[in-house]
């Protein structure tokens, strides 16, 4: 995940904003009932047109401990927060190691189940991520047994809108491409007519060309690429990433900037923040794509994210849109306003 430099917003006009969305996201999340969820489009290009996505996991729970902390009511707050943001999808993700594998511990499969109806109380579709943190592409019939215990419940259901197959799949990795190629078309027998994709990180577009060609006789609905370069390749990387993706809809389903991990003054880290969210956001939209998906709602409090690499970098404490104690980053506002179509 790259530093950026600030591309030349007007602070002063980021500072109102911020102060704006401040009074508006801190008020109390409505206990009434949700407006109603729309139908989910059944056309990857207009269902990935119309996404504004926001990826997500607690403060206090990143990764598995989202499930092994599990807090409905800091969820249900988050999700008002999401939505108040003018989003209309959460991204979720699933890792087996935390679920059971192969077969989904009933206990987490109730806790899936109850972020899925807290999504849909606040009006926001669901993005599933499965098989995060995942290695065993050998094992396909685990892979299938672990599938089909978690998703044969929402057959048909309306507020799924995207299941993602897994995070981040290496196309340099014969065996997690081969794995893909089997479980995309399985999933889409547990799942019929559930739109499907499959992410890559910030591969270079030559690893992405590969990538489409792997999955030729199994591509997903849409392509899913994750881009956190320099903001001033942007508009040339994704020009390339959206060519190799050719008919198929391309979406930016994560992107962002962390105001933690380096010296520097916080005010300034976060207007270059904001900064990188407007840079991403202005050549998506000349690309003619979506607004692409920030990563993540709120920064990380300390010890909440389980032992790991990333748990030993001071950077991924600090991509949320929101610090801790729940105040919005100017980045929120440029969020807000690229929703809105601004």
Not at 28 to 47: F, I, Y
Not at 246 to 251: E, I
Not at 287 to 306: C, E, H, K, R, V
Request: glycine content about 6%.
């Amino acid at each position: 995940m790259s530093r950026a430099r600030t591309v030349g917003l007007t602070v002063a006009i980021l500072l109102v904003a911020s102060l704006i969305l401040a009074l508006a996201l801190t008020q109390p999340a409505s206990h009434g009932p949700a407006r109603q969820l729309p139908a989910v489009p059944k056309s990857p290009a207009v269902l990935v047109r119309d996404l504004k996505e926001v990826n997500y996991y607690p403060a206090a729970g990143g990764w598995t401990y989202m499930w092994s902390r599990f807090d409905p009511a800091a969820i249900d707050r988050d999700f008002a927060r999401i939505r108040a943001l003018g989003a209309n999808t959460v991204r979720i993700i699933i890792q087996p190691s935390v679920f059971g594998f192969p077969t989904v511990r009933p206990v987490m499969a109730d806790h899936l189940s109850e972020v899925i109806g807290l999504a849909a109380r606040h009006s926001l579709w669901v993005h599933l991520t499965l098989f995060d943190l995942w290695s065993r592409y050998t094992d396909i019939d685990g892979s299938k047994e672990w599938m089909s215990s978690l998703l044969s419940r929402y057959r048909d259901d309306p507020r799924i809108a995207v299941v993602e197959l897994q995070n981040e799949v290496d196309p340099q990795n014969p065996e997690a491409v081969a794995w893909v190629t089997t479980m995309l078309p399985y999933l889409s027998t547990v799942l019929p007519g559930t739109l499907r994709t499959v992410s890559t990180a910030s591969v270079p577009p030559e690893v992405f060309a590969l990538f489409t060609q792997e999955l030729k006789n199994s591509p997903p609905d849409f392509w899913d690429y994750h881009y956190y370069g320099p903001p001033g390749d942007v508009y040339s990387v994704l020009s390339c990433i959206k060519a190799l993706a050719a008919s198929r809809p391309l979406f930016v389903g994560e992107t962002g900037y962390s105001t933690d991990g380096t010296p520097g003054d916080q005010a300034a880290q976060e207007q270059a923040q904001a900064a990188y969210y407007q840079a991403i956001f202005t050549a998506a939209a000349a690309l003619g794509l979506p607004t692409p998906a920030p990563w993540i709602l709120n920064d990380f409090s300390p010890g909440a994210i389980p032992p790991s690499q990333t748990a030993d970098d001071p950077a991924q404490y600090g991509f949320g849109l929101f610090q801790l104690n729940g105040t919005p980053k100017p980045a929120a506002a440029v969020v807000r306003a690229a929703f809105s179509g601004k």
